[in-house]
């Protein structure tokens, strides 16, 4: 039976606007060799965005289930996924708290060459945070197109994880 008042619809019109307000996230590039993402932190400042991803506690809560890192200039880190038998391992390459953090990147499972990742953060006039994120070094070839794909999709689904829980402590 179909309702004849104002507020008829405000029920979907809800959920849409709750849909609206997520922060963006958005795939900006795309190439053969890279993947360039920005992504919005409206709630967490540069330097507490860049410890989510550098301090075990804040890191298991969005991302890998275990992690080892020694989080410094050329230190290495060690995230699994023990029920998959993934380990993703690499070294921060550049390491500035709030501002850049590099490393490389080596799933033990996939046959790429090591890749790296780059996080630029940076302010937003409410506070907040504006991530960018660029992942490069992929071969030309349709092995890394295929993995580079996978990636876009992990990316999309961790960082928007981390929107999700990244919260001020």
């Given amino acids: 039976m179909r309702r004849n008042t104002p507020n008829a619809n405000r029920g979907p019109r809800r959920f849409l606007d709750m849909a609206m307000s997520r922060p963006n996230l958005e795939l900006v590039e795309t190439a053969n060799d890279r993947i360039t993402i ?70 033990d499972h996939e046959s790429i060459d090591v890749t790296r990742v780059t996080l630029l953060f940076h302010s937003m006039p409410n506070g907040g945070t504006k991530l960018t994120l660029l992942h490069e070094g992929y071969a030309k070839n349709s092995e890394a197109k295929k993995t580079r794909d996978e990636h876009i999709e992990g990316w999309t689904f961790f960082l928007r994880k981390l929107q999700e829980q990244g919260q001020e402590p």
Avoid: I
């Avoid at 075990?56 to 050329?74: G, R, V």
């Avoid at 880190?77 to 993934?86: A, E, G």
């Fill in 38 to 107: 920005v992504a919005d932190f409206p709630h967490l400042s540069p330097a507490l965005l860049f410890d989510y991803w550098t301090s075990t506690d804040l890191l298991k809560k969005w991302w890998p289930p275990s992690a080892e890192l020694q989080p410094e200039l050329n230190g290495t880190y060690h995230f699994s996924w023990p029920k998959q038998d993934w380990h993703l391992r690499g070294k921060f390459t550049r390491f500035d708290r709030g501002k850049t953090l590099g490393f490389t990147w080596k799933w």
